[in-house]
């Protein structure tokens, strides 16, 4: 991850015209990182520098009141991006914030020394980082790539669009400057994959509305993503490989196109909103009325596996059966999520054909068991413990029904029967709980 962050100081330096690493230079330039980060908020100090970093999430003590002098290097040591023996600096929290404090407590000798023109280079990175805050703590991410590929992801990103959905707004009260960051996102966000999905869903509508959706999608295959969220002893990081950010905006960009102008409550969805919203937001657990950040952490994990190439089936079945346990709608356009996914990513363990199938004849069973007293079965069918119980309430409730469907798929699928329970299941609850009248796909 070092290597990568770097990548984007040496980029921002690139394109600010500085190409040698002195300590004029050093003096002169090390307000500018923090103020692109800060989308060009208006850094004048040292101080207002510091305050924006903490507004950032940088963990600095409590103790630091400037930048500079840990910019120069003031002892001898080795660099430990260039091996160099020379004089250094330690790192700090504003130069690679991304230490592990875990590492660097078990050994002094561990803990990460720059020269100078690496330090500044690190420092300068944080000008291509982005932070979404989140209830607690924040999400900080930021894109690798070869260096053509990623200024060029940059700049659709960050000019075409983080400048608009971002902002740092400033409030001056006795001659001292205050900040808060501003994330204008259509979806909401407890957590931090959640956070980077809002955050992709957004860049793609962007895209689309401007035309700059193909061009973005070539520049994205080579750049990666990097997440990192937590804070002190327990950053967690997770890398999203260009190949998977590709498919996901080509997700995105189809289950977008199913979806189409909306009321919901009180809030209207724009056309290429609803069908993302209206399925992601109605993952909700209620559990927690104080804390509604607990009612999302199925979502959350589902998002996760989501954004690592995975559609769980099985955790989504989990949320529809509470959901109908609490006698709250279903997420509306499954069919489109799950189809828009299968289609992109492929299936392993479940194909679009076998989706479509298995799909159906859940969805024809709940047709004909809907309003008789045989609604029970999807209570039976999601408790079954093994392939062969799962099967037999299957051929009961069949018979029970008078009718016969084709159950080839899922003998055809024995091995991941807890998959194709719970793709029979979706469909069988989606016919059981159609709404009549309002959204439906
Ligand atoms: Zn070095």
Redo the contacts with the bound molecule.
């Keep these: 991850m070092l290597d990568a962050y770097l990548r984007n100081g040496e980029l921002f330096l690139k394109e600010e015209g500085v190409d040698e690493i002195t300590e004029e230079t050093i003096r002169k330039t090390y307000l500018w990182p923090v103020d692109e980060m800060a989308c060009g908020v208006g850094v004048g100090s040292e101080g207002e520098a510091i305050a924006i970093l903490r507004k950032f999430g940088f963990e600095l003590s409590g103790k630091t009141r400037e930048l500079l002098p840990s910019l120069i290097p003031d002892k001898k040591g080795t660099?430990s991006?260039?091996g160099?023996e020379t004089r250094v600096v330690l790192n700090k929290a504003f130069i690679f914030p991304f230490e592990r404090k875990v590492d660097s407590i078990v050994n002094e000798g561990n803990r990460l020394t720059?020269?100078m023109?690496?330090a500044f280079k690190l420092y300068s990175a944080m000008a291509y980082l982005y932070v979404v805050p989140m209830k607690d703590g924040t999400l900080k991410f930021f894109f690798d790539g070869p260096e053509r590929e990623l200024r060029r992801f940059k700049n659709t990103f960050k000019r075409s669009f983080w400048l608009e959905r971002f902002s740092v707004e400033v409030k001056e009260k006795n001659g001292k400057k205050s900040y808060s960051l501003r994330v204008n996102l259509t979806l909401s966000r407890y957590h931090p994959n959640e956070a980077f999905f809002a955050v992709l869903h957004e860049f793609v509508k962007h895209l689309r509305n401007r035309g700059m959706f193909r061009d973005a999608l070539e520049s994205g295959r080579t750049v990666r993503a990097y997440l990192i969220y937590g804070s002190g002893q327990f950053y967690r990081e997770r890398i999203i490989e260009g190949t998977t950010l590709e498919r996901l905006m080509d997700f995105l960009k189809r289950v977008q196109e199913h979806g189409k102008e909306t009321r919901w409550g009180r809030r209207h969805l724009g056309q290429r909103d609803s069908a993302v919203y209206l399925f992601y937001e109605n993952l909700e657990i209620p559990r927690n009325k104080k804390d509604r950040s607990k009612n999302f952490l199925e979502r959350e994990e589902f998002i996760g596996k989501l954004l690592g190439g995975r559609f769980d089936f099985v955790l989504l079945n989990r949320i529809f059966m509470e959901r109908v346990k609490a006698k709250l709608p279903l997420p509306f356009y499954y069919h489109a999520w799950a189809l828009s996914f299968l289609e992109v990513f492929g299936g392993d363990v479940m194909d679009v054909e076998t989706f479509k199938g298995i799909n159906g004849l859940g969805y024809a069973l709940g047709k004909a068991m809907k309003g008789t007293n045989l609604e029970r079965y999807q209570w039976e069918l999601f408790r079954a413990r093994g392939f062969e119980e799962f099967l037999n309430k299957l051929v009961e409730l069949q018979a029970k029904l008078e009718i016969s469907l084709d159950l080839r798929p899922i003998y055809e699928n024995k091995r991941e029967w807890k998959v194709v329970k719970a793709v029979l299941l979706n469909g069988m609850l989606n016919a059981l709980y159609e709404k009549e009248k309002g959204v439906s796909e």
Excluded: G, W
Aim: proline residues 0%; aromatic residues 12%; neutral net charge.
């Design positions: 660099c991006i260039c160099k720059f020269c023109e690496h």
